[in-house]
């Protein structure tokens, strides 16, 4: 189950801005803070953005985050072929009690 | 440096109970800063939120699963478990343990590195 919306792709060329969008609901979105996690094959999640638009120390400020509504979106400028990967985004949900995840993005740098 | 170190085995049988402990080192999981959760993520599939808990021992289950998860702790230790009974193919998939910042949160700090439990006969 994915409570949050996210198109199963997005591509880009090399320097190119790209944009991933996110869509909840009042009970995720709406009324909590969004994160971002990127993710390689086989390898765990890391956190890539988190409270909207904070960047953990290491993420370098290419990747931005954003909020409006029920919705966040996660841009990446400078696109770099290293940023090909699964990008996940993540919402405290209040009717879950717990954390609802996206379906996922998988990035493509053509 | 935390580190998430997960064990447990790599296959279950249909019917039978899955079981996972992760251990913590570098880092206490007395804290009273954090949640420690299991989450999963079927083969190709998305991320899905099975547990919490702290460390006094205080749950919340995805009601999806709830009937069939126990998320246990041991501050002895230094390590939580997870057990998933009745289980079925649906059940196969990368089982991480991570930590949670907070409780009203979707922040997952740092994540263990996987385990793929295939449910086979």
Not at chain 1, 18 to 23: G, R
Not at chain 2, 5 to 32: A, D
Not at chain 2, 51 to 67: A, D, M, V, W
């Given at each position: 189950?994915?409570?949050?919306?996210?198109?199963?792709?997005?591509?880009?060329?090399?320097?190119?801005?790209?944009?991933?969008?996110?869509?909840?609901?009042?009970?995720?979105?709406?009324?909590?803070?969004?994160?971002?996690?990127?993710?390689?094959?086989?390898?765990?999640?890391?956190?890539?953005?988190?409270?909207?638009?904070?960047?953990?120390?290491?993420?370098?400020?290419?990747?931005?985050?954003?909020?409006?509504?029920?919705?966040?979106?996660?841009?990446?400028?400078?696109?770099?072929?290293?940023?090909?990967?699964?990008?996940?985004?993540?919402?405290?949900?209040?009717?879950?009690?717990?954390?609802?995840?996206?379906?996922?993005?998988?990035?493509?740098?053509? | 440096?935390?580190?998430?170190?997960?064990?447990?085995?790599?296959?279950?049988?249909?019917?039978?109970?899955?079981?996972?402990?992760?251990?913590?080192?570098?880092?206490?999981?007395?804290?009273?800063?954090?949640?420690?959760?299991?989450?999963?993520?079927?083969?190709?599939?998305g991320l899905e939120w099975i547990g919490s808990i702290y460390y006094s021992g205080g749950t919340y289950y995805n009601p999806s699963l709830k009937s069939r998860v126990t998320i246990s702790v041991d501050t002895s230790k230094n390590e939580f478990s997870l057990k998933l009974n009745?289980?079925?193919?649906?059940?196969?998939?990368?089982?991480?343990?991570?930590?949670?910042?907070?409780?009203?949160?979707?922040?997952?700090?740092?994540?263990?590195?996987?385990?793929?439990?295939?449910?086979?006969?």
């Amino acid at each position: 189950q994915s409570g949050l919306t996210q198109p199963p792709s997005a591509s880009g060329t090399p320097g190119q801005r790209v944009t991933i969008s996110c869509s909840g609901s009042s009970s995720n979105l709406g009324s909590n803070y969004g994160y971002w996690y990127q993710q390689f094959p086989g390898a765990a999640p890391k956190l890539l953005i988190y409270k909207n638009d904070q960047r953990p120390s290491g993420v370098p400020d290419r990747f931005s985050g954003s909020k409006s509504g029920t919705s966040v979106s996660l841009a990446i400028s400078g696109l770099r072929s290293e940023d090909e990967a699964h990008y996940y985004c993540a919402a405290w949900d209040d009717s879950l009690s717990g954390p609802v995840f996206g379906g996922g993005t998988k990035l493509a740098v053509l | 440096q935390l580190q998430l170190q997960q064990s447990g085995p790599g296959l279950v049988k249909p019917s039978e109970t899955l079981s996972l402990t992760c251990t913590v080192s570098g880092g206490s999981i007395s804290s009273r800063i954090y949640y420690w959760v299991w989450i999963r993520q079927p083969p190709g599939k998305g991320l899905e939120w099975i547990g919490s808990i702290y460390y006094s021992g205080g749950t919340y289950y995805n009601p999806s699963l709830k009937s069939r998860v126990t998320i246990s702790v041991d501050t002895s230790k230094n390590e939580f478990s997870l057990k998933l009974n009745s289980v079925t193919a649906a059940d196969t998939a990368v089982y991480y343990c991570a930590r949670l910042v907070g409780l009203w949160t979707g922040e997952v700090d740092y994540w263990g590195q996987g385990t793929l439990v295939a449910v086979s006969s």
